[in-house]
């Protein structure tokens, strides 16, 4: 009788911690938390963009001018230099440094490439609408690439494999290595640096993905409003908002970023984001404990405990997802024909 008792708490324990966790997978889902979807046709059907479908040709192309250095004036930086794979996505640096070391003149940071594609608008202050668009500015920023449209043209056009692979993809047009079309395979690349997380595995239904802690972290990001903001299957991305709203940012004084026409900033993403510091739009916060506090403070008007810190960066940590393998590029040779590199 006792064991059969012991067998009853058991089942009983683990259907109470089961409906606890349903319950709390459902307040997720109603203050908007969203999982990067299982299924590989529904997350495909989220991610592409009907404008530029992906295709494995696109992929390939895009990867590999993702990696190239010649889309820069000198041929030294790639998109990878400030959004490296290898590093969450980043560059790790508090402000984005391009051609001839020039820190960006308003002292931002790099926002991580991966889960990009969930942004609803691509840089901090949301100028471009797309991971297509977003792509071709950094190439000819000044202070990033400093790449002239047409030079960068020119570079891919002297390389016969790039104008194959552009022939290819784009059969009806004459001319097909634009700028626009680079932009666009590009894009479709970034379109795929998605990282699920134990958080998605929570939210399909594996309640032990989280531990008792990751689970506390989560209710109290929800109960004191971190997910008014930071919801949408990126947790974050999906709006822009003022920065600050309640109360004077500390390091607001670091560079001269107010957001755009309207003060708006969009909200950044917050999968991966224990692996991403420094924080903020410049990069003027290395610790993540620092920086939830801030946002308690500047965003919501309160001011978080030593324990609700900690038990939202333990949720917060959940968010660390499984980084796509991308093997790096051999790209085609440059040929005579090549423009040659430019340092001034």
């Not at 009806?172 to 001319?175: A, S």
């Not at 299957?233 to 109360?247: D, E, R, Y």
């Not at 499984?322 to 340092?343: C, N």
């Given at each position: 009788?006792?064991?059969?008792?012991?067998?009853?708490?058991?089942?009983?324990g683990?259907?109470?911690n089961?409906v606890?966790?349903?319950?709390?997978v459902?307040?997720?889902?109603?203050?908007?938390l969203?999982?990067?979807p299982?299924?590989?046709?529904?997350?495909?059907?989220?991610?592409d963009?009907?404008?530029?479908?992906?295709?494995?040709?696109?992929?390939?192309?895009?990867?590999?001018?993702?990696?190239?250095?010649r889309?820069?004036?000198?041929?030294l930086i790639?998109?990878?230099?400030?959004?490296?794979?290898?590093?969450?996505?980043?560059?790790?640096?508090?402000t984005a440094?391009g051609?001839k070391?020039?820190?960006n003149?308003?002292?931002?940071?790099?926002?991580?490439?991966?889960n990009?594609?969930?942004n609803?608008k691509q840089f901090?202050d949301?100028?471009?609408?797309?991971?297509?668009?977003?792509?071709t500015?950094?190439?000819?920023?000044?202070?990033e690439?400093?790449m002239?449209a047409g030079?960068?043209?020119?570079?891919?056009?002297?390389?016969?494999e790039?104008?194959?692979n552009?022939?290819r993809?784009?059969p009806?047009?004459?001319?097909p290595?634009?700028?626009?079309?680079?932009?666009?395979?590009?894009g479709?690349?970034?379109r795929?640096?998605?990282?699920?997380?134990r958080f998605?595995?929570?939210?399909?239904?594996?309640?032990a993905?989280?531990?008792?802690?990751e689970?506390?972290?989560?209710?109290?990001?929800?109960d004191?409003?971190?997910?008014?903001?930071?919801n949408g299957?990126?947790?974050?991305?999906?709006?822009?908002?003022?920065?600050?709203?309640?109360?004077p940012?500390?390091?607001?004084?670091?560079?001269?970023?107010?957001g755009?026409a309207?003060?708006?900033?969009?909200?950044?993403?917050l999968?991966?984001?224990?692996e991403?510091?420094?924080?903020?739009?410049?990069g003027a916060?290395?610790d993540?404990?620092?920086?939830?506090?801030?946002?308690g403070?500047?965003q919501l008007?309160?001011?978080l405990?030593?324990?609700?810190?900690?038990?939202i960066?333990?949720f917060?940590?959940?968010?660390?997802g499984?980084?796509?393998?991308?093997?790096?590029?051999?790209?085609?040779?440059?040929?005579?024909?090549?423009?040659?590199?430019?340092?001034d």
């Open positions: 009788m006792k064991l059969l008792n012991s067998a009853a708490l058991i089942l009983l683990l259907s109470v089961a606890a966790a349903e319950d709390l459902k307040k997720a889902s109603d203050a908007g969203k999982p990067i299982e299924n590989h046709a529904e997350l495909f059907k989220l991610i963009n009907p404008n530029n479908p992906i295709t494995r040709e696109k992929l390939e192309l895009g990867k590999k001018l993702y990696f190239d250095p889309l820069s004036k000198s041929s790639s998109c990878n230099t400030c959004h490296n794979l290898a590093l969450g996505g980043i560059d790790g640096i508090s440094i051609h070391w020039e820190h003149p308003h002292h931002l940071n790099s926002p991580t490439v991966y990009s594609v969930f609803i901090w949301g100028r471009s609408p797309d991971l297509e668009a977003q792509a500015g950094p190439i000819e920023a000044g202070p690439m400093a002239p030079l960068a043209v020119e570079r891919i056009s002297s390389i016969p790039y104008v194959n552009f022939r993809i784009f009806g047009q004459e001319n290595v634009t700028l626009e079309n680079i932009g666009k395979m590009i479709a690349f970034e795929m640096l998605v990282t699920p997380s998605d595995d929570f939210m399909h239904g594996d309640h993905a989280l531990n008792a802690k689970k506390e972290g989560l209710t109290t990001f929800i004191k409003g971190c997910s008014a903001c930071h299957v990126g947790i974050g991305g999906g709006s822009m908002q003022a920065f600050p709203a309640v109360k940012y500390k390091y607001a004084s670091l560079g001269d970023f107010k755009d309207k003060g708006m900033v969009k909200v950044p993403l999968r991966n984001i224990a991403t510091a420094p924080y903020f739009h410049n916060v290395w993540l404990d620092e920086a939830v506090k801030i946002m403070e500047t008007g309160v001011t405990t030593g324990q609700e810190t900690n038990s960066i333990a917060l940590n959940s968010l660390t499984k980084k796509p393998e991308v093997h790096y590029p051999l790209l085609p040779a440059s040929t005579a024909k090549t423009p040659k590199p430019q340092a």
